[in-house]
């Protein structure tokens, strides 16, 4: 019978063999992988910044204050 730590033991070399054969075998694979990992950090990225940016400065910015400088529009003025 197999121990336990045996099969803890070989667990990660199951886990490499089935990345290497998923992703890094074939050469156009692994750069679409690359590709699309580095379009989805991008997105990820840039959408927690701006969250953190507009968290940030809230009240300060354009699309917050607007309200109080512009009129609303269909006025009695046209």
Do not use: H
């Amino acid at each position: 019978m197999c121990s336990p730590f045996a099969l803890f033991a070989l667990l990660p070399v199951q886990i490499t063999d089935t990345l290497y054969n998923a992703f890094f075998r074939r050469n156009s694979v692994f750069v679409s992988t690359v590709f699309v990992g580095a379009f989805a950090f991008s997105l990820g990225f840039d959408t927690a910044i701006n969250r953190v940016w507009d968290n940030w400065n809230k009240g300060k910015q354009w699309k917050d204050i607007r309200a109080k400088y512009v009129a609303p529009a269909g006025g009695a003025d046209e």
